[in-house]
Structures are given as C-alpha cells and as structure tokens.
C-alpha cells in the first residue's frame, strides 16, 4: 500500500472514534485560528510594525504567542492587532486545555484498558498461556530464569478481572476459556512463539475438554506453535494429542516446573515426560 493511502486509512480510522474525531476538530480549530488571525495582524500591522513584515514572521509571532507567553521584543501597535491578539490568546489557552485533558483522557483509557486486558495487543513470537491457575506464576519465574527468555514477551489469557501477574513484559487479555475468535484476534495468536494451556481446576469433570477446546481453536490459528498443555485426568490424553498439543503434562505425573522447561525446551524434561506418557495407566496411578 502506497504511503498516502497508509496515511489516508488511519485518519480515516481515527476520524471513526469519537474521542478521536474530537481531537483532529480541536488541531483543525487551532490551525484555523492561527492561520486566520496571522493574516488579519498582518493586514493591521503592515506597514506599522517594522517586526511583521511578512506573513511568515505574523505566523511565527502568532504561533509563539499562542503556544507559549508570547515573544516580548515583538507587541501589535494597532487597534486591530491587539484586538485579534487577545481573541488569540484567549481561544489558544482554551484549545491546549481542551488538547491536554483529551490526550490524558486517552492515555488513561488506553492504560485501564491495558489493566483490564482490553487492548488489542501486537506481538510477534511471543509467549501465549491460556487460562491461569497456580502453576502460571511458577511458569513465568522459569522462563523469566533463562536468557534466551528474559525479554521475550509473555501474554496471559485468564477470565481475571485485572492483570494476575506483575511483569513488565508479562501482557494481559481478560478472555473466558475456551478461548474465542475476537480473542485470537486480540492475543495475536497466531505469531506466538510457544502456546501453553493450563487447567480449570473449578471445572473438575470438563476442564481436559475445555482445554482440548481451546487447543483445537490454538492449532488451528497457529499450525507452527509448540503447544503445551496440562492435563488433568489421565484417560483423557488421548484427546489432547488429536486436538493438536505437542506436549502434554499431567497434574499428577509431575512437578508444575517442567511446564515451564517443557516451554523452554529442556530436553531432559521432555524426555521425563514421554517416559511419563509411555508408561501404563495402571503404573501411573500407583506411582501417584
């Protein structure tokens, strides 16, 4: 897409919010306030006042004087002048008032949008898990613990009604499990890096099938990501594995750190955990 028509397309965007609207109003306001009252002082003060004697030095002079105190060494001699100046000055203050208590309003909104994980998120090889329980934080500290992941950014998708953990990097989009379309949308599901499912514990008779769900809905949105997910009644590995996870850790078999290696690619876990899988039902359960 050329430039202008990039241009053209996000103020076409921005025109389309109203808080925005409000905003590209108020600059238009200011250029025409600026640009009109410049050319009536330069009719007043030509000729008069030996400092403006172009259009350029009464823009100059206009926009000093509506965007700071003004410039002392340079003051309208006529009538007309300091009329139009005190409109200027006036109307300028209530512009930039009205400017600044937009852009906070926005940033304020943009950042509780962001507490709440509401915001539409742009991320690229980054770290997605989906639902949160005790072993997220745990998760976390792990990958935060190896180099090669201290900066890579970590998106938690959880029905929390604020961001459950305090990380820097560590984003947040609040989302009921199993996850759905606007979600996939909202976490860039499907440039993640690594996709990690955790377990409803609530949900004790449908949590393998709600994470088999979203798993579904994860491998398809991103055929490429490695996906790990944790698995809370042992017969129900089987469904897991068609839904598409590559790695499958069962609450009882082990620890909730080797969801963290199993993310980072240990090797060592990842050969525990198909010991694990390989094992019998039967042996499983006595081991537990």
């Known amino acids: 897409m050329p430039p202008r028509s990039v241009i053209v397309s996000m103020f076409l965007r921005l025109m389309a919010v109203a808080r925005y609207r409000f905003i590209m109003e108020l600059l238009l306001i200011f250029m025409v306030v600026w640009c009109g009252c410049a050319i009536l002082v330069f009719a007043f003060e030509s000729g ?9 030095s009464a823009l100059y002079f206009l926009l000093v004087s509506m965007m700071t105190s003004g410039d002392s060494a340079v003051a309208p001699l006529t ?29 304020i909104e943009r950042k509780m949008k962001e507490e709440m994980g509401l915001k539409m998120h742009k991320l690229q090889h980054h770290i997605v898990i989906i639902g949160w329980n005790l072993k997220g934080a745990q998760i976390i500290k792990t990958l935060r613990a190896e180099s090669a992941h201290q900066d890579r950014p970590i998106l938690v998708v959880a029905d929390t009604d604020q961001k459950p953990y305090d990380d820097p990097l560590t984003h947040f989009t609040r989302s009921p499990v199993p996850i759905r ?12 890096r690594s996709i990690v499912l955790l377990a409803n514990y609530a949900e004790r008779q449908n949590a393998d099938a ?5 798993c579904l809905l994860a491998r398809q949105a991103n055929p490429d990501a490695q996906i790990i997910a944790e698995l809370l009644d042992p017969s129900q590995r089987l469904y897991l594995e068609a839904a ?29 955990l198909d010991y694990v899988a390989s094992k019998p039902a039967s042996a499983k359960q006595s081991a537990a």
Request: charged share 15%.
């Open 79 to 107: 009538t007309g002048g300091r009329l139009i100046m005190s409109i200027v000055v006036v109307a300028s203050k209530l512009l930039t008032a009205l400017l600044c208590a937009l852009a906070a309003a926005v940033l």
């Open 210 to 214: 709600l994470t088999a769900v979203s």
């Open 244 to 272: 598409g996870a590559n790695v499958i850790v069962g609450i009882g078999e082990v620890g909730g750190f080797l969801l963290g290696e199993a993310v980072i690619g240990n090797q060592t876990a990842r050969q525990l």
């Open 48 to 56: 008069v006042n030996r400092r403006i004697d172009s259009p350029l």
């Open 181 to 192: 379309k606007d979600t996939i949308e909202r976490t860039c599901l499907g440039e993640a």
